[in-house]
């Protein structure tokens, strides 16, 4: 193993939560029925997608055009509380773990579906320390397909075989089985059959990769 992908939402840091309540307040608004098991099905998905997964529930159609109203509004919401996110809310395991992993040589890249990735990564002070940066900027289809991962190897000059894909979605995990990467595995994503190792938390990266 000679690089690590990362996921963001839910792995790098706690951005999960504000997809969530975003999404909730949007779907409150419009009378839709949604919960945390529903969130949980948003994990690694397109913004687009995941609105098309939330209005499984809703009880009237909705055009193209009131769609992208929908999900821009909730972008709005998201993005107002990524504005209150700074370098405090990196974690202390995630920090130490990144820069452990980095004495140890691993190349180290980012591979998320979020078009807020680059934002996200500046709030944190994490803007100039991945290697590579892979996100829905840069890919047409978003997790299960593989591409964002295989996109943040060929940026990293590495094949799938020597890099570890860490993700908390199953989604995700998906996709990393389907490009042929191994895969670590937080929270629900220990559930798929395809992942390579469990984890409990983060730092459990320290073991994986010696
Ligand atoms: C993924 C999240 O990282 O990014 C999904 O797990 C989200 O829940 C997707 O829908 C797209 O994010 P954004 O920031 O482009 O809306
Ligand atoms: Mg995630």
Redesign the pocket.
């Known amino acids: 193993m000679k690089a690590v992908i990362f996921?963001?939402?839910?792995v790098i840091c706690f951005t999960?939560k504000y997809?969530y309540i975003a999404w909730k307040k949007l779907a409150d608004k419009n009378g839709i029925y949604f919960d945390e098991d529903i969130n949980n099905r948003?994990?690694?998905?397109?913004?687009m997608?995941?609105l098309d997964i939330i209005l499984e529930k809703a009880t009237k159609q909705y055009t193209e055009e009131e769609k992208e109203y929908m999900a821009a509004e909730?972008?709005a919401t998201?993005v107002e509380l990524l504005k209150e996110m700074s370098p405090a809310d990196l974690s202390e395991e995630v920090k130490i773990t990144l820069e452990s992993l980095r004495t140890r040589g691993y190349k180290l890249a980012i591979g998320?579906?979020?078009?807020?990735?680059k934002m996200i990564l500046n709030q944190l002070g994490l803007a100039d320390f991945f290697d590579a940066i892979s996100d829905?900027t840069n890919i047409t289809k978003?997790k299960p397909d593989p591409e964002v991962f295989l996109k943040a190897a060929e940026f990293l000059g590495e094949t799938p075989e020597n890099c570890l894909v860490v993700e908390d979605?199953k989604a995700g995990i998906q996709a990393a089985f389907d490009g042929g990467f191994e895969s670590a595995g937080l929270g629900e994503a220990t559930e798929h059959p395809n992942v390579t190792y469990k984890m409990d938390s983060f730092k459990d990266l320290l073991d994986i990769c010696k």
């Open positions: 996921d963001l939402d839910g999960d997809h948003l994990r690694g998905v397109s913004r997608a995941s909730k972008n998201y998320s579906s979020s078009k807020n990735t829905g978003s979605a």
